[in-house]
C-alpha cells in the first residue's frame, strides 16, 4: 500500500514537473533516420520516454514473475501443508487429553507428516495407539520417531515406559539398558529402570541404580528411599539363605550415612538373630544406643536376649538416669526382666512404659505375663485395651527364618 501511494506521487511530481515545463518552454525534439524525421516537443518526447520505461518496467516484472511461479507455487503448497498438519497436529493433542485415542493417532499421525513436531506427534501416536492395545501399530509410530533422526532418549524413553505399562519387562529392560550406555547420568532413565528392577525384584540392580541417583546432586532423598528398599530385600533374602556372611557384607558396604539410619539397623540387627547372631546384634545395638537415642531401637534392643541378661539389663536400667520416662526404655526394661524371670521388676516396667504410651504391643506383652502369674481378669483387661490402641509395633520377627 505504501509502495503504491510512493509511485502514484512520483508519477504525480512527474506530471507536474512536466507541465510547469512545457508552460514555460515546450521545447524541441527532432528525430532523424533514414529519410524519416519526427518532430515534437521536449515535454511529449519526456512523457513517451517515461511511458516506455514504464511499459519495460512492468513487462520485466511479468516476465520474472511467469519465471518464479513454479517455486512460488511450491513454497505457498509447502506452506498450506505445514499450516494443515500444525491443525491436525492440535486435533490430536485434544483428542488425547479427552481420551478419543482412535481419533488422537489419526491426528497426530497425519501431523507427524509435514508439522514442526514431528517427533512429539508420533510418540504421542504411539501412546496412542497402545491404548487402543495395537503393540504393532505403537511400535511401527516409534519406529518412524527414530527416524527422525533427533531426540534418541525421547524416543527410548516412551518407549520404555510403553513397554513397562504393556508388562513386558523384558524388552523394557533392553530398552533402558541401551539408554543408559547413551547416558549413564540420565536420571528420568535411571528412575524407569529403578522401577522395572522394583517390579522385577532385581535388588542387587536396584542397588546399584539407587548408589547412581546418589551420585547426583540434589536426588539424595530418592536414593536413600531405594537404597533402603533395596538393602531390606537383600537382607532378607540373606536370612532365607542363612548367609549370615553375606548379611554382614552388605551391612560392611554400607556408605556411612546410612548406617546410622534407625530403621536399616533395626533390619540388620533383626537379621542377625534369624541367624542366631543374638549377641552380636545385642552389641550393635547397644553400641548405637550410647551414641544416639531411637526409640525404635531401644524396643528391639529389649526384645533381643543377649550373650550376658544381668549386663544387658544393668545397661539398660543404667540409661535411665536420663531417660526415665522413656516408655521404650520401659518396655525393653520388661521385656529384659521377664526373661530373667523377674516377675514383678517386668511388671512394674510394663505398666510404667503403657501409662506413659499405652501401645498394643505393650498392652499384649503385659497381659501375657499376668496370665503367667495367675492372674486371669487382669490379663484380658490388658488384652481388651490392647485391641483398642493403633497397630501393634513390629516384634523381633520381622523376616522370615531360613527354610
Not at 97 to 106: C, D, G, K, T, V
Not at 293 to 302: H, K, M, S, T
Not at 321 to 342: K, M, S
Request: proline share 3%; glycine share 8%.
Amino acid at each position: 500500500m505504501m509502495r503504491a501511494l510512493f509511485y502514484l506521487m512520483v508519477v504525480v511530481l512527474a506530471a507536474v514537473g512536466l507541465a510547469v515545463l512545457y508552460h514555460h518552454d515546450p521545447g524541441y525534439v527532432l528525430l532523424a533516420r533514414s529519410g524519416l524525421t519526427v518532430e515534437m516537443s521536449l515535454v511529449v518526447f519526456l512523457a513517451l520516454l517515461l511511458i516506455l520505461f514504464g511499459a519495460l518496467y512492468f513487462l520485466l516484472r511479468f516476465g520474472l514473475t511467469l519465471w518464479h511461479l513454479r517455486g512460488n507455487l511450491a513454497r505457498w503448497r509447502r506452506r498450506r501443508t505445514q499450516e494443515l498438519a500444525r491443525r491436525a497436529t492440535r486435533r490430536g493433542m485434544n483428542a488425547l487429553i479427552e481420551q478419543n485415542w482412535p481419533l488422537a493417532e489419526r491426528e497426530l499421525a497425519r501431523g507427524a507428516q509435514d508439522g514442526d513436531m514431528t517427533l512429539a506427534s508420533y510418540l504421542l501416536a504411539a501412546q496412542a495407539a497402545q491404548q487402543q492395545g495395537s503393540v504393532e501399530r505403537r511400535d511401527r509410530w516409534l519406529t518412524q520417531a527414530d527416524q527422525v533422526g533427533e531426540g534418541a532418549i525421547a524416543v527410548g524413553l516412551t518407549q520404555a515406559q510403553l513397554q513397562l505399562e504393556q508388562g513386558q519387562l523384558e524388552l523394557a529392560l533392553a530398552t533402558l539398558s541401551h539408554l543408559r550406555s547413551l547416558s549413564p547420568k540420565n536420571l528420568p532413565v535411571l528412575r524407569l529402570l529403578a522401577r522395572l528392577y522394583q517390579q522385577l525384584a532385581s535388588w542387587e540392580e536396584l542397588l546399584d541404580v539407587a548408589r547412581a541417583i546418589r551420585r547426583l546432586r540434589g536426588e539424595g532423598e530418592q536414593a536413600e528411599q531405594l537404597e533402603c528398599q533395596a538393602l531390606h530385600e537383600l537382607f532378607r533374602e540373606a536370612v532365607v539363605a542363612g548367609a549370615v556372611d553375606r548379611l554382614r557384607s552388605l551391612w560392611g558396604e554400607l556408605a556411612k550415612p546410612l548406617r546410622q539410619g534407625p530403621k536399616l539397623i533395626s533390619a540388620y540387627a533383626r537379621g542377625l538373630v534369624q541367624l542366631g547372631q543374638r549377641g552380636e546384634a545385642e552389641g550393635l545395638l547397644r553400641e548405637v544406643l550410647k551414641r544416639r537415642w531411637e526409640p525404635e531401637l531401644v524396643r528391639l534392643y529389649g526384645q533381643i536376649e543377649g550373650e550376658d541378661p544381668v549386663r544387658q539389663l544393668t545397661q539398660a536400667e543404667g540409661w535411665l538416669t536420663e531417660h526415665e520416662q522413656d516408655p521404650a526404655l520401659l518396655f525393653a526394661l520388661g521385656c529384659i526382666a521377664e526373661r530373667q524371670q523377674l516377675w514383678g521388676k517386668a511388671r512394674a516396667y510394663f505398666e510404667a512404659s503403657a501409662g506413659q504410651a499405652p501401645e498394643r504391643e505393650t498392652y499384649r506383652c503385659l497381659g501375657e505375663l499376668l496370665e503367667r502369674l495367675g492372674e486371669h481378669d487382669a490379663a484380658r483387661d490388658c488384652f481388651y485395651r490392647g485391641l483398642t490402641q493403633g497397630e501393634s509395633r513390629s516384634p523381633v520377627q520381622l523376616l522370615p527364618a531360613p527354610s
